[in-house]
């Protein structure tokens, strides 16, 4: 090749160079430093240096070669050139696309690419083929090039199989068996629903609960004198356990409505009621306490009248009974009305077949594990049968009654507790049999895979609201910044931005120490649940920010001592213990432990470490009041020095302390006294109706009928604005 043709190509690959420089499509720095063009005024595209010198020549000709497409081989360009064909002119979009790949299943060139990318907040100098894109820059680049857009991940969604397991169709009534009424026994607080269990068992459970209340639910088989077993729920009547409430009425047959005669129709009395109608189980009224002298059964069923429950004297179907369960009063006529409503409502269940249940209780045994407290509602449980439930599964290995003692098979209506769980299941989650373990892999695999699906689809629009709300941002300001040249608005968007740099640091600082991280552990999850929900009702995030950074059954351990150091966090405990070895730890580390056996205990204690991370309010109390009788000035040096004369009204002046100066209702001036004076003595204190001279730190005028305040600031410890409802 003689040297006429190479300066030719050598101009030509130059001119090519200005010209993509001059439409701002140029995407390597690299390129730019090496062809930059020096342009005359009459010719800016034409007067380029034609003839670079000798020694760059080389370096010049592999630069070109290795950046531009023209200079590759047929076969290459082919390759570069293959289009992805287009659906109806969809183009399939997926998370971190890189601008090259996106160029490919559009069917474009990377210039197409950049061109959709002008005008916008991208800086073009930083792209490179290999950049990834954020997927609303995606979207913007397929709606600009005219064309829509679909996720790739809804196609992978339709090719996974479901694998869930789900219960069986309907038994065959021929093959259904009579069971045991599961009774779940509902009311307010303190209204006598365990004791009345108690006397029906036999036992002493009231005893043993904290504080006589209620705070798990229970399942319990009673065996009446008649022969008859009735499978007993006893739910929590406290404010907080509205959840577990809720759960026994829908696993139950009947609803025993337990009210005090003395107290009549409360609060959670009336939610009861409620749970009941949702579930649509029928109600027996069970009036207790009716031996105390304060008892009024009929002011009761009255009341009762309101909430739409109308017992069998007023016309209606509610059984309405009489009871005193301390003194065992009438409680063989309260079970044979159950008895009697169970046999009208016909209970049978199918004994055959794969098991199906639901979960009451679960908590996690120091020495036994996970476990669980189940209703079976059909088929019948043995001894490693594989059940599953939400995302975990089981290999049972022991089932025990109420009574712990082992059983080797559970029928339906009959509750039961379950070990051999792998993982802890939440309380209310259905229980099924499934034929092998590997089964149990593929629906707990299935139910974590559709959880994870909506979780990544509830982020992905939370992302997107977040990424429409700063693009608006963004139009917005550059609305505003339109008329100025891009030097003018990169000047005033730093002195807009200025002070944040300095402020960022500081306010997080200050957000630190309005911060309570919180560690809930409880014994059962049921518990945990109740101390979650009533912790979701909390408002005051303006007072101090609530944390939750972790929660979870079992005893306080180690790995809870730890997460509390990194976050400088509290541990809570409902009904669980932490050994000698972890107090000790904890002490050393300076993390608190707070154990607590009744909830309204435990959120108190809670409330009281928001109020100690709360700033102190600081509080002004007067201690005495002066009013300006007439104004003096006193000369001292070149100066003069306003005096007013004073009386003291009430209380004191002490010099010590703090003054204010108040004019027609508006207070002018704040500080301290730089003299105080009675007649020509300096004095320290002045006493109520004594008269007195003073001047302040301040050049001030004073006028006849000013108020003198003399006061103190103490500081005082805030008090949350929390209310938990109870």
């Not at 009941?276 to 009929?298: F, M, Q, T």
């Not at 309204?600 to 600081?618: A, C, G, H, T, W």
């Not at 008269?691 to 006849?704: A, P, Q, T, V």
């Amino acid at each position: 090749m003689n040297r006429g043709l190479i300066l030719k190509f050598e101009n030509l690959v130059q001119l090519r160079g200005a010209c993509r420089q001059l439409c701002t499509v140029s995407y390597r720095k690299v390129y730019r430093a090496q062809w930059k063009p020096v342009q005359s005024s009459a010719h800016p595209v034409w007067s380029v240096l034609l003839y670079p010198r000798l020694w760059q020549r080389d370096k010049l000709i592999s630069v070109v070669s290795s950046q531009h497409r023209h200079l590759a081989t047929k076969e290459e360009t082919k390759k570069k050139k293959k289009k992805i064909p287009l659906t109806k002119g969809e183009v399939e979009i997926r998370q971190k696309m890189t601008l090259e790949e996106l160029a490919r299943a559009m069917g474009k060139d990377v210039d197409h690419i950049y061109e959709a990318l002008l005008y916008t907040d991208i800086d073009l100098d930083s792209l490179e083929p290999d950049s990834i894109l954020y997927e609303d820059h995606i979207k913007l680049i397929v709606k600009k090039s005219g064309m829509k857009y679909k996720s790739a991940k809804l196609k992978e969604e339709k090719e996974r199989e479901n694998t869930d397991a789900v219960k069986r169709p309907p038994a065959d009534p021929a093959v259904l068996t009579p069971r045991p009424p599961v009774v779940t026994i509902l009311g307010h607080v303190d209204h006598g629903k365990t004791t009345l269990l108690d006397s029906l068992r036999k036992t002493q459970v009231a005893s043993m609960e904290a504080g006589g209340i209620t705070q798990h639910i229970g399942a319990f088989l009673v065996h009446l004198p008649s022969g008859e077993k009735i499978t007993f729920l006893d739910t929590p009547g406290h404010a907080a356990f509205s959840a577990m409430r809720a759960r026994g009425t829908h696993v139950t047959d009947i609803v025993i409505l337990v009210v005090a005669a003395e107290d009549g129709v409360m609060q959670q009395t009336i939610e009861s009621i409620q749970h009941a109608k949702n579930a649509g189980v029928p109600l027996i009224l069970a009036i207790n306490k009716c031996d105390k002298p304060e008892a009024d059964p009929e002011r009761v069923k009255k009341e009762l009248l309101a909430h739409d429950v109308v017992c069998e004297e007023f016309g209606g179907d509610v059984q309405a009974v009489n009871i005193s369960a301390l003194k065992g009063e009438n409680l063989m006529v309260l079970a044979e009305a159950t008895v009697a409503l169970a046999e009208m409502l016909e209970l049978k269940a199918d004994s055959t077949g794969l098991v199906e249940g639901t979960v009451i209780e679960s908590r996690k045994d120091k020495g036994k594990g996970p476990v669980t407290t189940a209703i079976i509602q059909r088929g019948t449980l043995r001894k490693g049968c594989v059940l599953v439930a939400g995302k975990t599964w089981a290999k049972v290995r022991f089932m025990f009654d109420e009574n712990g003692k082992a059983v080797d098979a559970a029928s339906p209506g009959i509750p039961v507790e379950i070990m051999g769980w792998k993982e802890v299941p939440s309380a209310g989650d259905e229980m099924l049999e499934v034929e092998s373990e590997q089964r149990a892999h593929e629906v707990v695999a299935w139910r974590t895979y559709v959880e994870q699906q909506e979780r990544m689809k509830r982020d992905v629009e939370v992302i997107e609201a977040k990424q429409k709300e700063h693009r608006l941002e963004y139009e917005q300001k550059q609305q505003k910044l339109a008329h100025l040249t891009w030097r003018q608005r990169k000047a005033v968007l730093y002195k807009a931005n200025k002070h944040l740099m300095f402020s960022k640091p500081k306010e997080r600082t200050e957000m630190d120490k309005n911060v309570l991280s919180v560690i809930v552990k409880g014994d059962v999850d049921g518990s945990v649940e109740a101390v979650l929900n009533i912790l979701d009702s909390y408002d005051a995030d303006d007072e101090c920010k609530l944390d939750i950074i972790h929660f979870g059954m079992g005893d306080i351990s180690e790995t809870d001592i730890s997460l509390a150091e990194a976050f400088n966090g509290v541990i809570f405990g409902f009904s669980v213990k932490a050994n000698e070895s972890i107090k000790r730890l904890a002490a050393k580390k300076g993390i608190k432990i707070k154990l607590h056996n009744i909830i309204y205990k435990l959120i108190d204690d809670l409330k009281e470490e928001l109020n100690s991370r709360l700033p102190p309010s600081v509080v002004e109390n007067t201690i005495g009041e002066a009013s300006v009788l007439n104004i003096f000035s006193v000369t001292v040096g070149k100066s003069k020095i306003p005096v007013a004369g004073c009386r003291v009204q009430k209380g004191l002046l002490d010099k010590k302390m703090k003054f204010k100066l108040i004019r027609n209702g508006d207070v002018i001036w704040k500080g301290s006294l730089s003299s105080l004076k009675h007649h020509k003595d300096d004095v320290q204190v002045i006493k109520a109706g004594m008269d007195c001279g003073l001047s302040l730190d301040k050049y001030l005028e004073f006028n006849i009928g000013d108020e003198i305040i003399c006061y103190e600031e103490k500081e005082v410890q805030q008090t949350t604005s929390w209310d938990p409802g109870f």
